[in-house]
């Protein structure tokens, strides 16, 4: 600490000599150049934090410019600075504002919810997009990859806007010097051209190869939460949310769970941003984008960056990218950010006490790295089928939050740009060039085939606007404080007006946007008659604000109600609401968030198998195993295989001696001895999820008392086996190999007096419809809300009586809530015979029903770590 600070003293010392000494243009707080004259003396149009101390001591070698930043980039100077930039050159960049160069192409008006004024009016800014391409590459534009990246969605963390305008910089700069070394003033600083992308490592596509085969989109994604800390407006405080007092990356529609209380898609912004990527997309040739990530900042951390993987349905070939992806930032991360003293690499021995120094970069998931998963984000949009279809990642930067907030730091602020240009550049570098991948069974392969699947055939949407009938008009009204309520009257069809959607806009009394009344509920009662004969009468809650945090102090807030009934409304009466707040009321012949009643789906974990299956060799498919199969000939048809995986129930369809059973005891007690005689004979039986119960039946001397049904935040495993002084079992069980891969994050904590310091994440809830909770990582224990992931578990005394070994154990909830917990084996190998039963308790849990997910399920969501699990389980032994 003392070291970091003595350095950042010093630096911030030459910083402020250095700008003493330039004439920055009136009102220009960062500086920017936006003019040739001001870009000739800078060199770059966005000129970094260390560009004026460049082989100073404890300085970045890779910043760029001739003058040092001083401010964040403020969003009146981004603008003009990409303008200039889109002049000086066309061929390599173009500034996109969506509401005003489409010729109103969009349905959206491609603006934001608007800043909340003083007077309660909204400040609303135009949507942009920085679209950086070769306009003049031999390759079709629809034939060239395509990437996203989201800056700075939360507008408090300005790490992502400050590194991902750079990272546009430099590939437009270093693409035109290799044309023509004299095309800008940085060509004889910069060089030697042509320049791979990865500067630490003087490797990857250059900056000419990459514009010419990929369309690269920077979107500029919340202009209310960036203007309310910008100087230039007067500007006091970032702000997470948008002018409506909304998490932008809380509404994104999402496969799988759906928080309710999200109303995805309700906010302009999302809506603007997800029409305009889509219409990209879809003028792709692949129909798809190649990759995407979504830049974030956090407070404080061990690793000054975590990579976080998104949640999804990844085939084989998507999971192999992302970790390559993942491992290439991370080996960027050590080389690009070891100049700062408040970085260590992981050989050093990362991170140090009190996380100083901190770890350059971890990657995992995101309850492995920031110990909470979210349902409505961006990232997940954009590697969703509903959104982008690409390898989406998200990114967490440390020291760009609450803290330092507008406070620019010049050492922090270089740490930012290297970092995140780092990011950028790794994900282009591993995705531009298609790589061969393949998976190799160990042996011959056979899975029980489990025939049931979970589908919905979609439906149920309410009936439209009848031919020609208006939605009744908008209404306004102030209220001088919360004391009284405001009610209005919603009509209906009798009254000769149709409204498919209610949004209720509420602008707070405020100075600089910000606002005691952010911490008031904010509630919309119906108080019309009941629905049906019996049910509750008088005013009820109908919707409400989802007021994730007062901490920002916002002065908005939205609630937005599809299919009103007719009838009186109210917003409740709280006199927390000390300020005057004003009212917006409108209607909309559509629904006020388009979300659908049901979409369909058909899905299946068998359908992992089958997806696995065309990155196999031909000839070496994993092969499909009725039960009725196994029940011929005593089994003898499992002969053929060297592993039989079961994923699920032991036996699909047997449902003991009921009705809905489709088999009869006898035959599961054949079933059973034939999957015994396998083992037995030298085969590798696989036990995953469900199938573990399973152990009894099959002569493993394990009683049924012994295994245990779970519930958890997410599917895991710790990687240790409780053996005091052999640390985790990455090296010391075959089932944990390759699990610690390099630059990983490893979860921890402690539960019910059981600490926990080598987690990893085997499966994602959300795709498959499991519940994550909006409190975060309050929630991570599962000690405050309910948990529905399942997973499987063994007493680890007995699993070890019995001859078994235990590779990773985990903690369960006994029930889908806050309560009692038990402990014991979730990955392990029992020999049995001449071979062994292989478990793993929580890899490919059927997707459920029981939650709300309007925008349909996934059929799996395995992890890397599910992945690596899975290659481990069929290794057969040497």
């Not at 939360?154 to 044309?179: F, Y």
């Not at 000690?783 to 590779?807: F, H, L, M, V, Y």
């Not at 478990?839 to 997910?853: K, Y």
């Amino acid at each position: 600490m003392r070291r970091r600070l003595i350095a950042l003293f010093a630096i911030s010392a030459l910083v402020s000599a250095a700008l003493l000494s330039i004439a920055a243009p009136p009102g220009a707080a960062t500086p920017v150049a936006a003019d040739e004259a001001t870009y000739e003396q800078f060199k770059r149009v966005f000129p970094d934090p260390h560009g004026c101390v460049k082989g100073a001591p404890g300085t970045s070698p890779w910043a760029k410019g001739d003058v040092c930043a001083a401010q964040f980039i403020q969003h009146s100077e981004a603008i003009d600075g990409l303008k200039f930039l889109e002049d000086r050159f066309p061929r390599y960049l173009k500034l996109l504002n969506l509401n005003t160069q489409f010729d109103r192409q969009f349905a959206e008006e491609m603006q934001s919810a608007g800043l909340p004024k003083a007077d309660l009016s909204r400040m609303r800014s135009d949507l942009h997009v920085v679209k950086v391409t070769d306009s003049e590459s031999a390759v079709p534009e629809a034939d060239r990859k395509h990437f996203a990246y989201v800056l700075s969605i939360h507008g408090i963390e300005r790490a992502g806007m400050e590194g991902g305008i750079r990272a546009a910089e430099d590939l437009v700069t270093w693409a035109a010097c290799e044309n023509d070394a004299d095309s800008a003033p940085a060509c004889a600083d910069e060089g030697p051209f042509p320049k791979p992308i990865l500067e630490p490592s003087n490797s990857g596509p250059t900056a000419t190869e990459t514009l010419s085969n990929a369309v690269i989109y920077l979107v500029l994604a919340n202009p209310d939460g960036w203007r309310r800390g910008d100087l230039t407006d007067g500007g006091a405080s970032y702000q997470r949310y948008n002018g409506n007092g909304m998490d932008l990356n809380r509404d994104w529609p999402t496969v799988g769970y759906t928080e309710a209380q999200y109303t995805p898609g309700s906010e302009p912004e999302t809506r603007g941003f997800a029409e305009y990527l889509q219409s990209v997309r879809e003028r792709t040739s692949e129909d798809a984008f190649t990759g995407a990530i979504d830049l974030h900042g956090m407070l404080d951390a061990p690793s000054f960056s975590f990579t976080l993987l998104g949640a999804g349905q990844r085939d084989y070939r998507m999971n192999d990218r992302t970790v390559d992806t993942a491992i290439g930032t991370f080996r960027d991360s050590e080389a690009r950010l070891s100049w700062s003293n408040l970085i260590a690499t992981a050989e050093e021995g990362c991170p140090g006490g009190a996380n100083l120094p901190m770890c350059s970069d971890q990657w995992g998931t995101v309850w492995d790295t920031i110990n909470y998963q979210i349902t409505g984000g961006f990232a997940d949009w954009m590697e969703s089928p509903l959104g982008l279809d690409a390898l989406g990642i998200d990114n967490e930067m440390a020291l760009s939050h609450l803290a330092p907030n507008t406070v620019f730091d010049p050492e922090i602020e270089q740490l930012h740009i290297d970092g995140n240009k780092g990011l950028i550049f790794s994900q282009i570098a591993s995705l531009l060039v298609e790589e061969p991948v393949e998976f190799v069974p160990d042996g011959d392969v056979g899975y029980i085939f489990d025939p049931r699947r979970v589908t919905h055939k979609g439906g149920g949407e309410p009936p439209g606007s009848p031919e020609g009938m208006p939605t009744q008009d908008d209404i306004e009204h102030v209220s001088l404080s919360g004391i009284d309520e405001f009610t209005f009257d919603v009509k209906g069809v009798p009254d000769g007006f149709f409204n498919g959607g209610l949004t209720v806009e509420a602008t707070f009394g405020n100075a600089g946007s910000i606002s005691p009344n952010s911490a008031a509920e904010l509630v919309l009662d119906y108080c019309g008659p009941p629905d049906h004969p019996g049910d509750e009468e008088g005013c009820r809650e109908v919707a409400r604000y989802f007021n994730q945090s007062p901490l920002y102090l916002q002065a908005g807030a939205r609630i937005d109600l599809n299919s009103p009934s007719a009838g009186e409304y109210r917003i409740r009466a709280n006199p927390a609401r000390a300020l005057p707040t004003g009212y917006q009321v409108s209607f909309s012949s559509a629904k006020a968030y388009d979300q659908p009643e049901q979409r369909p789906y058909d899905v299946s974990r068998m359908d992992f198998f089958s997806d696995l299956n065309d990155y196999v060799p031909e000839g070496s498919e994993l092969t499909p195993v009725p039960v009725r199969d196994v029940l011929k000939g005593k089994g003898k048809r499992l002969d053929s295989f060297d592993t039989v995986v079961i994923a699920g129930d032991l036996m699909p369809g047997y449902a003991g001696d009921g009705e809905d059973s489709a088999f009869t005891t006898k035959q599961f007690d054949q079933y059973a001895a034939a999957l015994a005689r396998f083992a037995t004979e030298g085969g590798n039986l696989v036990l995953t999820d469900s199938a573990v119960a399973g152990l009894p039946a099959l002569g493993t001397g394990i009683e049924p008392e012994s295994v245990t049904k779970g519930f958890f935040y997410a599917g895991w495993m710790d990687f240790h086996d409780g053996k005091e002084g052999e640390g985790p079992t990455y090296d010391r069980h075959g089932l944990a190999a390759g699990v610690d891969m390099e630059g990983t994050a490893e979860g921890s904590g402690s539960v019910d007096g059981h600490d926990f310091a080598n987690r990893h994440q085997t499966y994602e809830p959300v795709p498959i419809g499991y519940y994550v909770s909006p409190s975060g990582s309050g929630n991570a224990d599962c000690g405050s809300d309910r948990c529905d992931s399942p997973n499987w578990i063994i007493a680890q005394d007995d699993w070890e009586q019995a001859g078994g070994t235990t590779a990773a154990r985990t903690l369960v909830r006994t029930a889908n809530g806050p309560g009692p917990s038990e402990f014991g084996v979730s990955l392990g190998e029992l020999p049995l015979g001449e071979g062994q039963i292989r478990v793993a308790g929580a890899m490919l849990p059927q997707p459920t029903e029981e939650n709300f997910h309007p925008y349909g399920l996934r059929s799996y969501a395995l992890t890397y770590t599910g992945y690596q699990v899975f290659e481990n389980l069929l290794a057969l032994p040497s």
